[in-house]
């Protein structure tokens, strides 16, 4: 099994909202890019969240750009490991990214949310104490196919609340 590596944060100073993922999967590593297997409903789901219905239609750095424009940043919770295909369950000597320095960095920062259980179990760990809305999401991966997409959408948008101006 070779060892597998996220990809660098997606962030601004402007960041309110932070999405952390796992890993990425297979077919985003081959792309060099987030989210990039067809079926993974996160471009839709982020779309929801942003008021950005056209998001998944978009070339993929015009993505990136919407989402920073709106203070929505990525990033994954696992910094590298080891792992046979794209599954959460396979993954192996897993890496903790760095957490609490990325959040340390971003000064409008005020909520996490976390795609998926992995996500949340490694994310909620290394940010335990942190003064910032830390949310558990349902997974936006086509393997995550419990909840309908309407159903998922309707758990993301609470998103929506850190985007606004503070209160």
Known sequence: ??????????????????????????????????YAHPRNQFWHLAGAVSDQADLP???????????????????????????????????????AAPLRDLAATLPALRA????????????????????LALIDLPSSSPAHAALSLAEKRAKWTVLRDFLGPET
């Open 1 to 34: 099994m070779t060892r597998k590596a996220a990809f660098p944060p997606v962030v601004s100073p402007h960041t309110r909202v932070l999405i952390l993922g796992s890993l990425p999967g297979e077919a985003s590593l081959a792309a060099g890019r987030y």
């Open 57 to 95: 239609a978009l070339p993929y750095e015009a993505r990136l750009e919407a989402l920073l424009a709106a203070g929505i940043g990525l990033w994954d919770t696992i910094a590298s490991a080891r792992r046979a295909g794209s599954l959460d369950a396979a993954i192996r000597e897993a890496e």
């Open 112 to 131: 996490i949310g976390f795609n998926g259980a992995t996500s949340a179990r490694i994310g909620r760990r290394a940010l335990a104490g942190a003064d």
